[in-house]
Nanobody, 124 residues
Framework: VQLQASGGGLVQAGGSLRLSCAAS????????AGWFRQAPGKEREFVAA????????YYADSVKGRFTISRDNAKNTVYLQMNILKPEDTAVYYC??????????????????WGKGTQVTVSS
């Protein structure tokens, strides 16, 4: 499966953005999917994950209550709605998918498919 993230941009603190990740090349509903981010000078970190049909969602503590992951398998797309953005949310955001790893295992890495990132910059 190929993944393409979009929707990044520049936003003021307290604002919102919605990222999209479009999948192609395979049946997307057979994949668990998620989002990671990497800030300058830092390691890539887990943000959120969602199961194949959306029944299970899992979040990093740093975004819980502010970010919402969702998916539309008819459109082969996973979304990340980001609200109450903070300057520390500034990073390149990547979508990822895997057929076998469960959403709660996403923080451990080892996912099979990654998209190119989209930049999110939050100004103070």
């Amino acid at each position: 499966v190929q993944l393409q993230a979009s929707g990044g941009g520049l936003v003021q603190a307290g604002g919102s953005l919605r990222l999209s990740c479009a999948a192609s090349g395979d049946t997307f509903s057979t994949y668990n999917a998620g989002w990671f981010r990497q800030a300058p000078g830092k390691e890539r970190e887990f943000v959120a994950a969602i199961s194949r049909v959306g029944a299970t969602r899992y979040y990093a503590d740093s975004v819980k209550g502010r970010f919402t992951i969702s998916r539309d398998n008819a459109k082969n797309t996973v979304y990340l709605q980001m609200n109450i953005l903070k300057p520390e949310d500034t990073a390149v955001y990547y979508c990822a998918a895997d057929r076998t790893l469960s959403p709660v295992s996403f923080p451990d890495g080892g996912l099979g498919y990654w998209g190119k990132g989209t930049q999110v910059t939050v100004s103070s």
